[in-house]
C-alpha cells in the first residue's frame, strides 16, 4: 500500500519483554476465581481468551457501532499541539481531537492494517488539508493510499487516526487500548512524558517506589465494582491478566509501565482489609520494586485522574480491578 509524500522519520516501537522472578517463601498460584471470571488455574490460563489480533484487544471492543462513520475519513486541518499532564505533548487535529497511531501498521514504508470495523472505531484521518502545527516540523506530515483507494495523513510515516470513544476535544481514552494504540506526539512518535524516566533509577532506592508515594493499601466500595483494592490515594488498584503468579512474573514494562504504573512495596501494616495471603514483592529487572497480592503484580493507571475513578477497568479485555483477596473483578 502507498507511497509516502513527504519525508519521514520513523519512531521507536518497544517491545514488550517477559520477565520472570523467583517467588517469595510464600507460597503463590491458588484458584483466581472471581465476579465472572473463568477460573483460571495457574499462569497458563491467565492469558486472554482471545489473540493478540482480536477485534477486542486491539482495536477497542465495546464502542458504539458505527461510531466511527460519521468522522469518516475526515481530514485534520491546522494541527495542534496539546499538553497533556500524563504524556506531554499530544498532536490533535483542528478541533483539539487526540490524534492516535496503531502499533500493526508500518511507518517505513507506510502502510495501514486497520480496515473495516476497525476503522469504525478508528476513523482514519484523510490527508489533504492538514497544516503542521507550530513548532511541528512539516516535513514530517506525508499521506499513504489505502487499500480502497483513500488517501490517510502520516506522521513520520505512521497512519493517523482518531478514536470514536473520544467525544470531545482533548480525550485521551484511546491511549494504550489494546497495547497497541497510542496517542500521538508530534515527531510521531508515542506520546510519552517519560523521555527522561531512564536516567532515574540511577540510585537503587530511588525505582522502589517507582515515584508512587501510595503508602497504603486499604479497600473501597464502587456501586459498579463492590469490594476492591485502592491505595493510599484512594486510586484504583488493577491486575493485568497476561501476568502470572506461578512463576511470579510482569509482563507489563516499557510503554506499557508508563501507562500502568506499578504499586510500590506497601508494609503488611499499612494494608487495611487486604487478605494477605501470597502478599509479596516482586524484584523486577529494571529496577523497581513491585507489590504483589496472591502472588499478582498489582499497578494503578494513568487514565484515572482522581480517587475513585475506575478507567482502567475492562481496558483490553486485560485490566482489571482487584477483589480484597487479590481476585480479578470482572464484572462491571
Sequence with gaps: MGEIK??????????AVAVVVALTATA?????????????????????????GDYGSDYGAGSAAGAGDAAGTKA????AIAQNEQLGSVLADSAGFT???????????????????CAKTWPVVAAGDATAAAGMDPSVLGEVVRTDGSKQLTVAGWPVYRYSKDTKAGETNGQGVGGTWFALAPDGKKAAKAAAAP?????????????????????AKDPKLGEHIVDGNGMTVYRFKKDTAWPMAS?????????????PPVDKANAKGIVEKGYSVLDRPDGMKQQAI???????FTGDKKAGDINGQGVGGTWYAVSPDGKLITTS
Design 294 to 300: 496472591d502472588c499478582w503484580p498489582v499497578y494503578t
Design 99 to 117: 490524534l492516535y497511531r496503531f502499533d500493526k501498521d508500518t511507518a517505513k514504508p507506510p502502510k495501514s492494517n486497520c480496515d473495516g470495523d
Design 251 to 263: 509482563n507489563c514494562t516499557g510503554d506499557c509501565v508508563a501507562k500502568w504504573p506499578v504499586v
Design 6 to 15: 513527504m519525508g519521514i522519520k520513523r519512531g521507536t516501537t518497544l517491545a
Design 28 to 52: 503463590c498460584g491458588g484458584d483466581d476465581t472471581k465476579a465472572g471470571d473463568a477460573k483460571p488455574a495457574g499462569a497458563a490460563s491467565q492469558a486472554p481468551a482471545s489473540g493478540a
Design 199 to 219: 536516567a532515574a533509577p540511577a540510585a537503587p532506592a530511588a525505582p522502589a517506589g517507582a515515584g508512587q508515594a501510595s503508602g497504603a493499601l486499604t479497600v
Design 76 to 79: 485534520a486541518g491546522q494541527l
